[in-house]
Every structure is written in structure tokens, then in C-alpha cells.
């Protein structure tokens, strides 16, 4: 019962911040990529900023074509390392567990309606068995669709205790050299900016190009047989 209520303030709190931010910001998705407006929409409540931008990052996991990078950097530019990190990991944990839980709750018939079916039949393998390191892995990878993941794996036979731990870990790097990013614009210690945005970008490139390669040898290496015992 306690949980049932829990999960149900979850949503009403989430549905209130939806319903705010789309009165007073029809042009939504331009919103997010805005990082000054947003930044300034976040500082404007003062104290509470903090538990706004916790907000911002489970709504932007919740509806994942936001992009999280945005949102990621303002945490360090505006809290600074520790604590942008702090409030970033509070964030997107909260929704990837939403997502999670959403995805359990309603099935595959919703979840359809919010990620096209060709991209739940490209994990399906993850769905058919837990697949704990490999959505690790997943989660892991820079440029990776983190937000949809959370709910395809809220289709398969994962435990939620699992599940947050593995996107929280995994998540966790990602996170802390988009904060780092933040904070350093915060300082304007510019070229050590440009530095770690230029290394970033080849990185994520890099992985763009690797992607598919690196998706198919998961795939194949997840659906080999186990090796026979002795």
C-alpha cells in the first residue's frame, strides 16, 4: 500500500511540473535545447532551484527525446561539480525508475506509443532475459538512446533493484564529465573546455560510427549457447 501511494505522489508531482512547464513553455522541446532559458527558469525559484532541476532531469529521462546533455551541463554550471553531479544522479535515478516502473505497469501496447516498435524489436534479446552486464554496457555508451532503454527494459524480466543500480552506475560517468563541462564554463576556464569538448566529441563519434558494429557483437554474444561443461 505504501508503495502503490509513493509511486502514485511520484506521478501527481511529476504532473504538476509537466503541466507548468507546458502553460508557460508551449515551444517545449526548444525550451530544453535553450540552455540560458533554462538555466534562468531554474535559478528563478531561488532555494528551491535544486529540487526544480532534479525535476527538469527525471522529466527530460521520462520524455526522452529531450536531450540530456543540456540538462547534464547546467547542473555543473549552475550547482557547481559536487553537488550538479549530486542532483543530476538524483534526477535521471528517479527517472529511469519512473520510466521503469511505467513500462512494467502499462506494457508493451503504451510503451509503443511512446518508442517506435522497430526500436523495442532491435533489444528484444534484452527483454527475453535479464541481460544485466550487457544493458550495463548499454548504459555505458556515449550517444546511446539511455532514456528509451529504461523503458524497454521495463518490458523484459530485469528487477527493479538491478535495474537501479545498473543505470545508475552506468549513467555515472556520462554524467559526471557533463557536469565537469558545466562547472568549467561555470569558472570560464575556457580552454580546458574546449579541450575536454574536443576529446568528448571524438569519443561520441567515434562510438557513432562503432555503434552498430558494437550492437551486433552484444547481440551475437548474448544469444551464443553457454560453452559445455566437462
Given at each position: 500500500m505504501k508503495k502503490?501511494?509513493?509511486i502514485s505522489a511520484a506521478f501527481l508531482v511529476l504532473f504538476v511540473l509537466i503541466l507548468y512547464v507546458l502553460i508557460y513553455h508551449s515551444d517545449l522541446y526548444l525550451f530544453f535545447l535553450d540552455r540560458k532559458r533554462l538555466a534562468e527558469f531554474i535559478k528563478s525559484f531561488g532555494a528551491v532551484a535544486p529540487l526544480i532541476f532534479i525535476s527538469v532531469q527525471i522529466f527530460q529521462v521520462l520524455f526522452a527525446p529531450i536531450p540530456g546533455e543540456v540538462t547534464g551541463f547546467?547542473?555543473?554550471?549552475l550547482?557547481?561539480?559536487?553537488?550538479?553531479?549530486?542532483?543530476?544522479?538524483?534526477?535521471?535515478?528517479?527517472?529511469?525508475?519512473?520510466?521503469?516502473?511505467f513500462s512494467r505497469?502499462?506494457?508493451r501496447p503504451v510503451v509503443e506509443r511512446i518508442i517506435k516498435p522497430s526500436l523495442i524489436d532491435r533489444f528484444d534479446y534484452l527483454m527475453a532475459h535479464k541481460g544485466a552486464?550487457?544493458?550495463?554496457?548499454?548504459?555505458?555508451?556515449?550517444?546511446?538512446?539511455?532514456?528509451?532503454?529504461?523503458?524497454?527494459?521495463?518490458?523484459?524480466?530485469?528487477?527493479?533493484?538491478?535495474f537501479l543500480v545498473i543505470s545508475t552506475v552506468g549513467r555515472f560517468l556520462g554524467t559526471a564529465l557533463l557536469t565537469w563541462q558545466g562547472h568549467l564554463a561555470r569558472e570560464r576556464n575556457y580552454l580546458v573546455l574546449g579541450i575536454v569538448i574536443g576529446?568528448?566529441?571524438?569519443?561520441?563519434?567515434?562510438v557513432l560510427l562503432l555503434r552498430p558494429r558494437i550492437?551486433?557483437?552484444?547481440?551475437?554474444?548474448?544469444r551464443?549457447?553457454?560453452p559445455p561443461r566437462d
Open positions: 502503490t501511494i509513493g547546467l547542473g555543473g554550471f550547482f557547481g561539480n559536487f553537488f550538479g553531479l549530486l542532483y543530476s544522479t538524483i534526477g535521471l535515478g528517479l527517472g529511469s525508475w519512473l520510466a521503469f516502473v505497469w502499462v506494457g552486464f550487457i544493458a550495463f554496457l548499454l548504459f555505458l555508451i556515449p550517444g546511446f538512446p539511455k532514456d528509451y532503454l529504461c523503458y524497454i527494459l521495463g518490458l523484459g524480466h530485469m528487477g527493479l533493484k538491478e576529446v568528448s566529441l571524438l569519443v561520441v563519434l567515434l550492437e551486433a557483437y552484444i547481440r551475437r554474444q548474448h551464443q549457447p553457454p
